[in-house]
């Protein structure tokens, strides 16, 4: 019996009474009754000691020092390897745990690859994280398992982007006013400037399909759902094309 598949809208072999993986994208699915026919719906699926892997990612979520998160999350992929959650927090974790003299380096975190669009890393620093962005060996391992690249490239995408624009825009006394504690202006007037030289300059550089149009889109949402309003964004955006 062959069947549409909700996920990629090709048709599949269907396997009545348990789940099953769709046969174009990987996807996994399930065969529920439809009138007098049948229909596929998406299913989970979860690995051999997935479950466990997920509380250790979990605690690693919770905070602590980084070595003690990375030893965690080193933990979980040992339970379940073929995991993509588990993989996608192990990449989204960049080298946060990793021995490091200068704690001020803030090219540890993963999102902070995205500073390579405000434009004042150095040709060589500038080179190695573009190429890093999309061709991590992590973010290859992630795309491998998902079973949908476009769609994990998308969430990666806005990950990264929410993550950079709480901690190096928001969190930025330089970009949010704040002074003693105080914050003085708009906070989507004062953050729209460097949001919106990033997403110009991310049109600047020659990315590979889909990120180019991905990655501006992610930094949209990023500044729409973190810090408010694009009305101050899109009037930046006009005044850096013109």
Same mark, same amino acid.
């Given at each position: /019996?062959?069947?549409?598949?909700?996920?990629?809208?090709?048709?599949?072999?269907? @396997?009545?009474?348990?789940?099953?993986?769709?046969?174009?994208?990987?996807?996994?699915? %399930?065969? @529920?009754?439809?009138? /007098?026919?049948?229909?596929?719906?998406?299913?989970?699926?979860?690995?051999?000691?997935?479950?466990?892997?997920?509380?250790?990612?979990?605690?690693?979520?919770?905070?602590?020092?980084?070595?003690?998160? !990375?030893?965690?999350?080193?933990?979980?992929?040992?339970?379940?390897?073929?995991?993509?959650?588990? +993989?996608?927090? @192990?990449?989204? $974790?960049?080298?946060?745990?990793?021995?490091?003299?200068?704690?001020?380096?803030?090219?540890?975190?993963?999102?902070?690859?995205?500073?390579?669009?405000?434009?004042?890393? !150095?040709?060589? /620093? %500038?080179?190695?994280?573009?190429?890093?962005? *999309?061709?991590?060996?992590?973010? %290859?391992?992630?795309?491998?398992?998902?079973?949908?690249? #476009?769609?994990?490239?998308?969430?990666?995408?806005?990950?990264?982007? #929410?993550?950079?624009? +709480?901690?190096? &825009?928001?969190? +930025?006394? %330089?970009?949010?006013?704040?002074?003693?504690? $105080?914050?003085?202006?708009?906070?989507? !007037?004062?953050?729209?400037?460097?949001?919106?030289?990033?997403?110009?300059?991310?049109?600047?550089? !020659?990315?590979?399909?889909?990120?180019? *149009?991905?990655?501006?889109?992610?930094?949209?949402?990023? $500044?729409?759902?973190? &810090?408010?309003?694009?009305?101050?964004?899109?009037?930046?955006?006009?005044?850096?094309?013109?």
């Amino acid at each position: /019996m062959k069947l549409l598949c909700p996920r990629c809208g090709a048709e599949t072999d269907a @396997v009545q009474n348990e789940s099953f993986a769709c046969g174009h994208c990987g996807g996994w699915l %399930q065969c @529920v009754p439809n009138g /007098m026919a049948w229909m596929l719906i998406p299913a989970n699926h979860t690995l051999p000691g997935e479950e466990e892997a997920m509380r250790l990612v979990r605690r690693s979520e919770e905070g602590g020092e980084p070595a003690a998160r !990375k030893k965690l999350l080193d933990e979980a992929l040992a339970l379940c390897p073929d995991s993509l959650s588990v +993989n996608k927090a @192990v990449l989204l $974790f960049g080298r946060l745990g990793d021995p490091c003299k200068d704690l001020t380096d803030h090219h540890r975190f993963k999102c902070y690859l995205l500073h390579v669009f405000e434009g004042d890393e !150095k040709p060589a /620093m %500038q080179e190695a994280m573009l190429r890093e962005l *999309t061709e991590d060996p992590q973010l %290859q391992r992630c795309l491998s398992l998902a079973p949908d690249r #476009r769609a994990f490239i998308e969430d990666y995408c806005l990950s990264m982007c #929410r993550e950079y624009v +709480n901690l190096f &825009i928001r969190g +930025n006394s %330089q970009y949010n006013g704040t002074i003693f504690g $105080f914050r003085f202006g708009s906070l989507p !007037k004062r953050c729209s400037a460097p949001v919106a030289l990033m997403i110009y300059n991310m049109g600047q550089v !020659k990315l590979p399909e889909p990120y180019d *149009t991905v990655l501006p889109a992610a930094m949209r949402k990023a $500044f729409e759902s973190e &810090i408010g309003e694009p009305g101050w964004l899109n009037e930046a955006l006009e005044r850096i094309r013109a």
